[in-house]
């Protein structure tokens, strides 16, 4: 009893919810805007860079990575860590892979990957360019939670993940949710940005139509997608696409409507 302390719950609240926030925005759900990456994804391609596997090496079993990643850099479960790396390896959840996989790395019906036991994998070469230069220390570097290692602040990659893969994140307080879009627009996009410091949403539009979504679909309308360029917010709706196929059952022709593209 006699190290209880009186406090006014208010303050309390305002100051401790205050760190609380901070440390989950910027630590956990909300991406970096420089390299697109939350913790978790940026130490997974850090410590499959350590290790040297990358896309001219063999695969290496995902339990090994999940393992090192959680040893030296993110010390948290290693479900999570499995998730986020099949995450990064699904060609139907991200425009552009990080993490080539080999093995059951689950589908778009939903069905589950396999055990990290069973699956292996390395990095992919567009996810080299995120690694650029790193050995040079181009980049702020921090002491790993046990204080044995350092770990970038953020990636100096040369590729624009936030805007070719898309990021989603719920903090407290903030929301955010970016679509991804054609590595060649965006390149276009930011060579027209380099030659013309003033250019408008407008003209940027002119290279960057609009999202380039994995799983392909049709985008009804521009309204939304104008909006989302001009002011941040804008909601975009995407429609399957389908044909209609003759087939054959039991010696009978029938119309059969099959689904080529899903919503995203």
């Not at 391609?45 to 990643?69: F, H, W």
């Not at 990021?167 to 940005?193: C, F, M, Q, S, W």
């Amino acid at each position: 009893m006699e190290n209880i302390q009186e406090r006014n719950i208010e303050n309390e609240l305002t100051t401790s919810y205050l760190t609380y926030a901070m440390s989950v925005n910027t630590n956990r759900a909300i991406p970096d805007v420089r390299d697109g990456l939350k913790p978790s994804t940026r130490r997974i391609i850090y410590a499959m860079g350590q290790i040297n596997l990358t896309a001219s090496r063999p695969y290496d079993k995902c339990a090994a990575v999940v393992g090192e990643v959680m040893k030296n850099y993110h010390p948290h479960g290693d479900g999570p860590i499995y998730g986020t790396l099949v995450g990064l390896a699904q060609p139907f959840n991200i425009r552009y892979p990080i993490v080539d996989g080999q093995g059951n790395f689950g589908s778009i019906d939903d069905d589950p990957p396999g055990a990290m036991r069973y699956t292996e994998c390395r990095l992919t070469v567009i996810a080299s360019e995120m690694l650029t230069d790193i050995e040079k220390q181009v980049v702020d570097f921090q002491p790993n939670y046990k204080d044995s290692l350092e770990e970038p602040t953020v990636l100096p990659g040369l590729l624009p993940n936030l805007l070719v893969n898309g990021t989603t994140g719920i903090g407290v307080g903030y929301l955010t949710r970016i679509p991804p879009h054609n590595l060649a627009e965006v390149v276009d996009a930011l060579l027209h940005k380099l030659t013309d410091p003033d250019a408008t949403s407008e003209t940027l539009m002119e290279h960057i139509p609009g999202p380039d979504f994995p799983t392909s679909g049709i985008i009804v309308g521009t309204s939304g997608i104008e909006q989302m360029y001009t002011t941040g917010r804008g909601s975009i709706t995407v429609r399957a696409k389908a044909v209609i196929e003759r087939v054959s059952i039991r010696g009978s022709e029938r119309e059969q409507i099959i689904i080529t593209e899903i919503p995203y």
